[in-house]
């Protein structure tokens, strides 16, 4: 092997540890840009059931939409339940194996705010889980900027604040 042979050689060696490095630092980056949502969103193209730590409870089933900064759930037994992303304060993907679903279909809510609208356009009976406080139960009578309205079955009309939402269940 002459010298010129020697020098390709580690000319070759040396470009690809260099496109080594460019593939992990690529890597790298594309984690570090990765959102919440984008987690919940390949979980839910995989069929993975999750668990969603919010407040002082877990959840378990299945995402069915990720919206901006909102998710979706479906529990075994049917129930879907919106869960605010802020308040979110831990999650894991659990077996594989659930239903499979693009999580971001059309039509569904993006938001908190949208889908409590739609809600509201149906006169749902919703259980909204909040902050700090015990979960109430009635029907969706409004919505504003920063609260909604709910009607209880005595009749009673109780504003919520929106920024203490963690869940709404439609019931």
Do not use: C, Y
């Not at 984008?38 to 995989?46: G, M, Q, R, S, Y």
């Not at 668990?51 to 037994?77: F, Y």
């Not at 409590?116 to 259980?127: D, F, K, Y």
């Amino acid at each position: 092997m002459d010298e010129h042979e020697r020098e390709l050689r580690r000319l070759r060696l040396g470009a690809r540890e260099a496109h080594i490095e460019v593939e992990v630092a690529e890597a790298e980056l594309a984690f570090a840009q990765r959102l919440l949502t984008d987690v919940l969103a390949d979980w839910a193209a995989e069929g993975r059931r999750v668990r969603l730590d919010a407040v002082d409870r877990q959840r378990q089933g299945t995402v069915v939409h990720v919206g901006s900064s909102v998710v979706i759930i479906e529990n075994d037994g049917g129930d879907r339940e919106l869960v605010v992303l802020e308040h979110v304060e831990g999650l894991a993907g659990l077996a594989i194996g659930g239903r499979r679903t693009n999580a971001w279909t059309a039509g569904h809510p993006q938001s908190l705010l949208a889908h409590l609208r739609q809600l509201v356009g149906e006169m749902a009976m919703v259980v909204v889980e909040r902050r700090t406080t015990a979960p109430m139960k009635g029907n969706l009578v409004g919505v504003a900027e920063d609260h909604l309205v709910i009607r209880e079955a005595s009749g009673a009309d109780v504003v919520v604040p929106i920024g203490v939402v963690v869940s709404v269940i439609s019931v």
